[in-house]
Nanobody
Framework: VQLVESGGGLVEAGGSLRLSCAAS??????????MSWYRRAPGKEREWVAS???????NYADSVKGRFTISRDNAGRTTFLQMHSLKPEDTAVYYC????????????????????WGQGTQVTVST
């Protein structure tokens, strides 16, 4: 199982970035429950940013509400984080997570991965 983030980079304050996170397995994905984004800024604790359930329920941290938008593709295997009006304090490594991935492995049959994390993508917002 892999969660692969992309889309990070360097942007000026006030700019926008769109992060993507795609789930892949050696088989077929049956279901992914809630997908979320977290971030960790230098010297700070990890912070939850946003979540979207398989049913489309969405929640945001107060710090990003109105500026960030989380979404999923129709297959439910990719999540996006559209970030607008970026601030220097948004600088962090952004991580994608899935609380439960049900999949059918080619060799091992039906499996599940719990609390799975991607490797992270760096977002840097300059002043």
């Amino acid at each position: 199982v892999q969660l692969v983030e992309s889309g990070g980079g360097l942007v000026e304050a006030g700019g926008s970035l769109r992060l993507s996170c795609a789930a892949s397995v050696s088989g077929s994905i049956l279901r992914i429950n809630t997908m979320s984004w977290y971030r960790r800024a230098p010297g700070k604790e990890r912070e939850w940013v946003a979540s979207i359930t398989s049913g489309g329920r969405i929640n945001y941290a107060d710090s990003v509400k109105g500026r960030f938008t989380i979404s999923r593709d129709n297959a439910g295997r990719t999540t996006f984080l559209q970030m607008h009006s970026l601030k220097p304090e948004d600088t962090a490594v952004y991580y994608c997570t899935a609380d439960r991935i049900l999949f059918r492995d080619y060799a091992l049959g039906d499996k599940e991965a719990i609390d799975f994390w991607g490797q992270g993508t760096q977002v840097t917002v300059s002043t």
